[in-house]
């Protein structure tokens, strides 16, 4: 069983709520559609959202919801938002793993997974499952950006771990010092901290999850509107564009909220 903890940013935190409750349907939409429905979906937040289908294209998945037990940030800053995600992400792997999950997967509540990104986890013979090769959408748009090989340096959405590495958590003890990456969003190094305390890790060959970019979504820096990319970046950028196709929206549940 793999559990799947969405961490839900408060309402006064939003620059339009609405937006924000949409977007989170398009990412359950995604999670409905999986070709494995061995899962379990928790939204840790402070409001509850609206999450019930207002199309019957899509069905919807197992879902929990867990009240965030602190106040929301005070301010509209980085740092204050950051660190609630992380205490989010963290009361809802506690829990998750209560429950007897197998897999923790970090879910960004703007993000998508393709169709069969649970199934590949769930039959890895591997401790970790890292998503390499993924794709990058602007909301609305008609195109979108493939990142085959670095998926995981721009999105959160990129990993899935067997409880037994971040068991700890819950137990109170010393954590497994891959725990950091599902409290913190440092998940650049997740690859190369995986090879370096030898853990066994597999990766989807397809591109296993969407990365949804909307103006009220804290983006990664390379793709940040205020970053100038160098003429490098933009070739890459060039040759990595793709169109989205309706099989493309298919696989990733595209507009189904």
Same mark, same amino acid.
């Given at each position: 069983?793999?559990?799947?903890?969405?961490?839900?940013?408060?309402?006064?935190?939003?620059?339009?709520?609405?937006?924000?409750?949409?977007?989170?349907?398009?990412?359950?939409?995604?999670?409905?559609?999986?070709?494995?429905?061995?899962?379990?979906?928790?939204?840790?937040?402070?409001?509850?959202?609206?999450?019930?289908?207002?199309?019957?294209?899509?069905?919807?998945?197992?879902?929990?919801?867990?009240?965030?037990?602190?106040?929301?940030?005070?301010?509209?800053?980085?740092?204050?938002?950051?660190?609630?995600?992380?205490?989010?992400?963290?009361?809802?792997?506690?829990?998750?793993?209560?429950?007897?999950?197998?897999?923790?997967?970090?879910?960004?509540?703007?993000?998508?997974?393709?169709? #069969?990104?649970?199934? =590949?986890?769930?039959?890895? $013979? !591997?401790?970790?499952?890292?998503? &390499?090769?993924? +794709?990058?959408? %602007?909301?609305?748009?008609?195109?979108?950006?493939? #990142?085959?090989?670095? =998926?995981?340096?721009?999105? $959160? !959405?990129?990993?899935?771990?067997? &409880?037994?590495? +971040?068991?700890? %958590?819950?137990?109170?003890?010393?954590?497994?010092?891959?725990?950091?990456? =599902?409290?913190?969003?440092?998940?650049?190094?997740?690859?190369?901290?995986?090879?370096?305390?030898?853990?066994?890790?597999?990766?989807?060959?397809?591109?296993?999850?969407?990365?949804?970019?909307?103006?009220?979504?804290?983006?990664?820096?390379?793709?940040?509107?205020?970053?100038?990319?160098?003429?490098?970046?933009?070739?890459?950028?060039?040759?990595?564009?793709?169109?989205?196709?309706?099989?493309?929206?298919?696989?990733?549940?595209?507009?189904?909220?």
């Amino acid at each position: 069983m793999i559990g799947i903890v969405i961490p839900l940013k408060a309402k006064r935190m939003s620059a339009d709520w609405q937006m924000t409750e949409a977007l989170l349907r398009q990412t359950l939409a995604s999670v409905s559609r999986q070709s494995c429905q061995a899962f379990r979906v928790l939204i840790v937040c402070h409001e509850i959202p609206d999450v019930g289908p207002k199309q019957a294209r899509w069905t919807l998945p197992p879902i929990g919801i867990a009240g965030a037990p602190f106040s929301p940030p005070s301010e509209r800053v980085a740092f204050q938002m950051r660190q609630d995600k992380e205490r989010k992400v963290a009361i809802g792997i506690a829990r998750l793993l209560r429950e007897g999950c197998d897999w923790i997967m970090k879910l960004d509540a703007d993000d998508l997974l393709a169709q #069969e990104t649970c199934k =590949f986890i769930e039959e890895s $013979g !591997t401790d970790a499952v890292i998503f &390499r090769k993924g +794709i990058v959408r %602007l909301s609305e748009s008609k195109w979108h950006l493939l #990142e085959p090989s670095n =998926f995981h340096r721009v999105c $959160g !959405t990129c990993f899935a771990f067997r &409880r037994h590495l +971040i068991l700890d %958590l819950v137990a109170g003890k010393a954590a497994h010092p891959l725990s950091q990456f =599902f409290v913190s969003d440092h998940h650049e190094q997740v690859v190369e901290r995986c090879l370096e305390h030898s853990v066994a890790v597999s990766y989807p060959p397809f591109a296993a999850a969407c990365y949804v970019q909307y103006q009220d979504i804290r983006l990664s820096t390379l793709y940040h509107p205020e970053h100038k990319p160098t003429i490098r970046e933009l070739i890459g950028r060039l040759r990595r564009l793709r169109r989205t196709t309706p099989t493309v929206r298919e696989q990733f549940g595209i507009g189904l909220n």
